[in-house]
């Protein structure tokens, strides 16, 4: 006597709709491997923001969700037609509970990017997915529990930058929550210009205040009632996550980056969160540097490509050597014009 094989509901593939969102937030708040890029809010962020169109997909077995894949469409005559789950974000891709389903979205984003012509599909995972897929071996993160009590937290950073917050701490340096980006704006764009980068604009920070409220949050750093540091942070079940953030010449002087970051886990300390999440680095670059100086180990981050319409894997970053004169001429504009016209840019870059 043979067993018939068993037999499973079928999966179907939704696109996300307004009633969904608590349903598509409860299933992410739930799932292990979730982050904070995969909430429901940034399908808003990236259209109001931006404008650019957003494809969120789930899957459903029974009724019920089983995996959910994030996607926007980012069209520029200057740096190409993507997919990608999820620009603007570090983190991002598919996220279900078994193969089944990740299969299942998988192959309708696949059907999406051929059907809109898209140079490439891009996924931005944690762990890999489509090993087989052309991939940038250029991004790390960096992840640490935080640990229960705070003086052990600062025993835990190495001596010589525990020293540097020492300095800050010295200096008399203060921290306080802001309502709002009118002090966290001047300071990050003066410190985005320095670099050379096109600056997010105004609008789009009170867009991710507006739609995430009280989990995303703006820390500044003063000196002298004066603000020489600030970070906009997102937080996610009992993870803290320092994402935007720039400081003021002045910072560098008084150990104000450093104070800063340490405030903000001395906050998540207190009020309960075990992971500090200090987000995606450029391999050997400045930042990769500093946050290894506090004794975070990096870990690779997986950014997959289905090359469609395009040829190569794309490079749109700043150590591309082709983009180092347009670098250098943005950093001599006035900053009031590179205020003006870098939201325009950089809505593209994703």
């Known amino acids: 006597m043979t067993t018939a094989p068993e037999q499973h509901p079928p999966i179907e593939v939704r696109t996300l709709e307004p009633a969904d969102r608590r349903r598509w937030d409860d299933y992410v708040t739930a799932h292990p ?3 904070f890029f995969h909430r429901a809010g940034w399908a808003e962020v990236i259209q109001r923001a931006f404008g650019h169109p957003t494809l969120f997909l789930y899957a459903e077995r029974d009724g019920q969700i089983v995996g959910v894949l994030p996607l926007a469409r980012v069209k520029s005559l200057l740096f190409g037609h993507a997919l990608v789950s999820l620009p603007f974000c570090v983190y991002g891709g598919i996220l279900a509970e078994d193969d089944a389903a990740a299969r299942t979205l998988d192959e ?8 809109q012509r898209v140079d490439h599909l891009e996924y931005r995972h944690r762990q890999p997915f489509h090993s087989d897929w052309p ?22 950073i190495p001596r010589k930058q525990r020293r540097m917050v020492r300095k800050g701490i010295k200096a008399g340096l203060v921290s306080g929550v802001d309502r709002d980006e009118q002090r966290f704006f001047p300071v990050y764009s003066g410190n985005v210009h320095r670099l050379g980068t096109p600056v997010f604009s105004r609008h789009y920070f009170r867009i991710l205040k ?25 937080y996610f079940r ?26 903000l886990m001395r906050r998540a300390c207190e009020s309960g969160y075990r992971l500090f999440d200090f987000g995606r680095s450029k391999r050997d670059t400045g930042s990769f540097s500093f946050k290894k100086n506090w004794g975070f180990e990096p870990e690779p981050l997986h950014y997959e490509f289905e090359l469609h319409q395009g040829d190569a894997v794309p490079d749109h970053n700043p150590l591309n050597p082709k983009y180092q004169r347009l670098i250098r001429w943005w950093q001599r504009l006035p900053l009031p014009v ?7 840019v950089v809505r593209n870059l994703g």
């Open 33 to 35: 491997e979730a982050t």
């Open 338 to 344: 590179a205020n003006l016209i870098g939201p325009y």
């Open 210 to 234: 507006d739609v995430f409220g009280e989990d995303c949050e703006f820390l500044t750093v003063s000196d002298e009632g004066e603000p020489v540091a600030s970070v906009l942070s997102f």
């Open 135 to 156: 991939s940038k071996d250029l991004y790390v993160t960096f992840r640490k529990p935080i640990e229960p009590e705070v003086e052990a937290n600062m025993q835990a």
């Open 108 to 115: 309708a984003a696949r059907a999406e990017a051929a059907e």
């Open 238 to 263: 009992d993870e803290v996550l320092p994402y935007y953030g720039g400081g003021t010449p002045r910072a560098r002087e008084v150990a104000g980056y450093d104070f800063m970051y340490w405030e």
